[in-house]
């Protein structure tokens, strides 16, 4: 299984020729080949996350595909056909299981509304907890893609997200509301967080990949 990371949260995962699209947001260019794309995971309604430039984009090369999301993500995005999902949920598609955790966005300010958001388990090896601390319990992670950068982020929580996962090997996402110092900063972080439990941070860029 092939993750390549793309601007922000924009993640694209490939195993047996197939892919998956998850969070294809307003900071996220096009994505480059979409062609063998089988599904799409929106982890929550934001719009950095989501856009109906993308769906539309992606849909014309693939057809009717499934778009896995929270109730909130089909309320925001009516005139797509979106496929409920909520924690604890499984579902296969394609080479892809997915599995679904978490529940409720990270607070960003108690005068502003909680939304949906679920975090994504991939074929029990990839987890990408979309806007949320939410941990997979009792699973263990190959590759994490930890968020580094939000209005609702304070790096020493991040740094106990990524303590908690415990995972293999992590590299840092939802990066482009950060300075090139700031990225840099937040990435040495979470390396020290993943090297603790005896595993490797990888320093992804728009557009690179890692192997599982």
């Known amino acids: 299984m092939r993750v390549t990371k793309y601007e922000h949260a924009a993640l694209l995962i490939e195993a047996e020729g197939k892919a998956l699209v998850v969070d294809p947001g307003i900071f996220t260019n096009p994505l480059p080949d979409v062609h063998n794309v089988v599904a799409l995971v929106l982890t929550h309604q934001h719009a950095d996350h989501w856009t109906a430039d993308h769906l539309d984009r992606i849909l014309r090369t693939t057809g009717q595909i499934p778009i896995y999301a929270p109730a ?4 925001a ?4 056909d979106i496929t409920v999902v909520s924690p604890g949920d499984g ?3 394609g080479p892809f299981a997915l599995e679904f955790f978490g529940g409720e966005h990270a607070v960003i300010h108690e005068s ?3 939304v949906d958001n679920v975090g994504v388990l991939v074929n029990e090896q990839f987890y ?4 949320s601390y939410a941990v997979p319990r009792g699973r263990s992670i190959a590759l994490l893609a930890a ?4 209005p609702w982020l304070k790096i020493g929580e991040a740094m106990d997200f990524v303590l908690a996962v415990d995972p293999r090997r992590a590299f840092a996402t939802h990066d482009m509301t950060l300075s090139t110092i700031g990225r840099e900063m937040g990435r040495e972080r979470l390396k020290w ?3 603790q439990g005896g595993g490797e941070f990888v320093a992804l860029d728009p557009g690179e ?3 599982i």
Do not use: K, S
């Open 147 to 150: 968020p580094v950068g939000a």
């Open 128 to 131: 990408y907890p979309g806007d």
């Open 77 to 80: 995005a009516a005139g797509y």
């Open 112 to 114: 502003l509304p909680l």
């Open 193 to 195: 967080a993943v090297e």
């Open 91 to 93: 579902v296969r598609i």
């Open 209 to 211: 990949a890692i192997d």
């Open 72 to 75: 909130d993500v089909a309320g």
